[in-house]
């Protein structure tokens, strides 16, 4: 598994930033909610990629996502669309299409192993925030972090592609088939959704500070590559 050439990099990007600005996000979380739902609404503050790196003898490239917010499976299902795109397993429009589309068939989602929570910003409240108020945000830990991930995620992904947890993934996305399911209405999806992700792992800087809500997150999902 070699590194991603400059030009198959920028691919990746541009696929990647498709997710940027508010869409809704029915497609990507637990089927519950429906085009309609306002629930499925989130704002995606910026997409990038981190630099590639080599783990067990293999390369990875980051995906780092700044968000407002998130709802259950969202980032692990947007991964497994977006590696399906790169691939050419889905059309070239079918992020847009899932984005737009009332209902399309179960997106797969991407291994948890590989994400993490790097970071909540607070930015209103650090805006606002008087001398006698602790701030939210602890840039001390930053070291204790990075080396948690080395340490003790970094292998953990290792040890799950080991066991074959990203080649069953990828069998997953070969066989897909992005289609939309004409014969659901607005009334198939019921109203209300978590708002979480599971966790995971690498080293983010967030993205620009202009969240509207009082918390953002800043995750990152590591993409094995082929």
């Known amino acids: 598994m070699s590194p991603l050439s400059e030009a ?3 691919k990746l990007l541009a696929l990647f930033k498709a997710f940027e600005g ?27 990629l981190g630099e590639q790196i080599e783990l067990g003898g293999a390369a990875y490239i980051p995906l780092r996502l700044h968000g407002q917010s998130f709802l259950l499976h969202q980032i692990r299902k947007m991964v497994g669309l977006l590696v399906a795109s ?4 889905v059309p070239p429009d079918a992020i847009s299409t ?14 948890s192993c590989a994400l993490t929570l790097r970071r909540c ?27 948690f991930m080395r340490e003790h995620i970094l292998p953990h992904v290792a040890e799950c592609a080991a066991s074959g947890e990203f080649e069953r993934f990828s069998r997953t996305l070969a066989a897909y088939r992005l289609e939309r399911v004409e014969a659901a209405s607005a009334e198939d999806g019921a109203p209300g ?19 509207t809500s009082s918390s953002a997150a800043a995750k990152e999902a590591a993409l094995p590559l082929e």
């Open 8 to 10: 198959e990099c920028a």
């Open 22 to 48: 508010t869409h809704r996000f029915h497609n990507f979380t637990d089927g519950k909610l429906s085009i309609q739902d306002k629930a499925a609404q989130r704002y995606m503050l910026s997409m990038r």
């Open 86 to 89: 790169f691939r050419g397993d």
């Open 98 to 111: 899932a984005l737009s589309a009332p209902k399309v068939c179960g997106i797969p989602m991407a291994p």
């Open 121 to 147: 910003l607070f930015a209103e409240y650090e805006r606002r925030r008087t001398a006698d108020r602790s701030s939210l945000h602890f840039p001390a830990c930053d070291g204790a972090k990075q080396a």
């Open 193 to 211: 959704a978590g708002n979480g992700e599971g966790t995971s792992a690498a080293t983010t800087e967030p993205g620009p500070d202009a969240a």
